[in-house]
């Protein structure tokens, strides 16, 4: 008994040691961290993702990835946005937070429908017909589809039939489905300002967290390699905001909840590299145990992201910090990747039309960035009454640093891919 004590005692200092480190609030940087990069690594990988299904349909896919890329990717947003935003809804005002949230999210949005509406719709038609005529009578036209899709719930799937003929039909930007659940958390966080919890009762996030994950965890050992219950809901609509697949909902609400509670107890939370390993592991385990977009090991997830936000190599921290393409390449890689698929790319093999694919959404994103979203985000300071703070370069990364704590990114979250029997709104 007196040797297993001894042997205890010896070992308690290392035990320390391993799980010692500086919180999250003295390890995080509004400016030196590697979120932009991480957002930019997650949207190349949707379009992983979609590459096969897109180019080649349902069920016919030459590559098969053994895990869902846009799961992995759209939780991860997710868990960024909670904790980037949660920050935002703390520091600033309600109307300045709204305001901030739709220069980053609006603009940009809607520049996509018209491009996708006006210019990629009228010329998948002519090369599918060889002629303009007849297309706004073909079927839904384009100001119907900017119309349906203004607020982000996606009501109008096509312009004109035009992607009727592609492997994946009917669906010209598939991945704008999910914007509507982060406009949804953009809305939790205001409530969760506006009545002051963020500020002075943040014991609420942490109990609303604790309520979402005990479900998911239910869910997950009801049927732990495929979505449960909760996917048994079905669709649920809510008014203003559309219809929502309730799974998604919750595992999107789940990871980005958990961002807030990392972002208000942040003092508290330990961010060393054991905990960091840890967490890569549970989450690989959960990937190669399928566990439907991380299941509970969500919470290893989203620690994982913020620690490696934290402790990438400087180089990777620098990507994005004053160029942020990540949402344009979300927004606009599907409908590029639609077209090329139409325009018969796919046949030169997966490698070339993926590659391919990239590079137009990259090159896509650089325009939006350079066009609309940069130009937009120049207005974050303005107010009723006075002119716009003059600002020659915005930061891509709009994190916030600590004299300016209105300055933080809105996560782009770029689609997982669905279930086939998920009909309203395609990824």
């Not at 098969?64 to 904790?83: K, Q, R």
């Not at 990364?397 to 990114?409: G, R, T, V, Y």
């Amino acid at each position: 008994m007196s040797d297993s004590f001894v042997l205890f005692e010896v070992d308690m200092p290392v035990v320390r040691r391993l799980f010692a480190g500086t919180s999250l609030e003295s390890a995080y940087s509004g400016r030196d961290n590697a979120f932009n990069f991480m957002r930019l690594c997650f949207a190349l990988l949707v379009i992983v993702g979609h590459a096969a299904i897109l180019g080649w349909g349902p069920g016919r896919e030459p590559v098969v990835i053994p895990f869902d890329t846009g799961g992995v990717a759209v939780t991860g947003f997710f868990g960024l946005s909670g904790f980037l935003i949660s920050y935002s809804g703390r520091r600033s005002s309600p109307l300045r937070y709204i305001w901030h949230r739709m220069l980053r999210i609006f603009p940009g949005y809607w520049v996509c429908l018209a491009a996708s509406a006006f210019v990629l719709a009228p010329l998948l038609f002519w090369h599918e017909h060889g002629t303009l005529s007849g297309f706004r009578s073909a079927g839904p036209g384009p100001l119907g589809y900017i119309y349906h899709n203004f607020l982000t719930d996606q009501r109008q799937a096509d312009v004109a039939h035009v992607t009727g003929v592609a492997p994946y039909p009917n669906a010209l930007n598939g991945s704008l489905w999910t914007l509507k659940s982060e406009l949804t958390c953009y809305l939790l966080v205001l409530a969760l300002a506006v009545t002051l919890i963020l500020r002075r009762a943040r014991w609420v996030v942490l109990l609303l967290g604790a309520a979402m994950f005990s479900v998911v965890v239910y869910d997950t050992f009801s049927d732990p390699v495929a979505p449960g219950p909760i996917a048994d809901v079905g669709p649920i609509t809510l008014p203003i905001l559309g219809t929502y697949q309730l799974f998604y909902l919750w595992a999107f609400g789940l990871a980005f909840v958990l961002g807030m509670i990392a972002d208000v107890y942040r003092d508290k939370i330990p961010l060393n590299d054991t905990l960091g390993v840890t967490a890569l592991v549970l989450s690989v385990l959960s990937l190669y145990l399928n566990l439907p977009l991380f299941g509970p090991c969500i919470v290893a997830y989203v620690y994982l992201l913020l620690w490696a936000g934290v402790r990438l190599p400087k180089a990777l921290r620098k990507i994005g910090r004053r160029n942020d393409y990540s949402y344009g390449v979300y927004i606009y890689a599907f409908p590029a990747q639609q077209a090329l698929a139409i325009l018969g790319v796919p046949r030169f093999g997966w490698t070339f039309y993926l590659l391919t694919s990239v590079v137009a959404a990259l090159i896509l994103a650089v325009c939006s960035w350079y066009l609309v979203e940069k130009p937009a985000l120049r207005a974050k300071h303005w107010s009723p009454g006075r002119r716009s703070k003059p600002s020659a370069d915005v930061p891509a990364s709009e994190l916030p640093p600590a004299a300016d704590p209105s300055q933080e990114s809105a996560p782009h979250v770029p689609a997982p891919r669905l279930p086939e029997s998920v009909e309203p709104e395609p990824a």
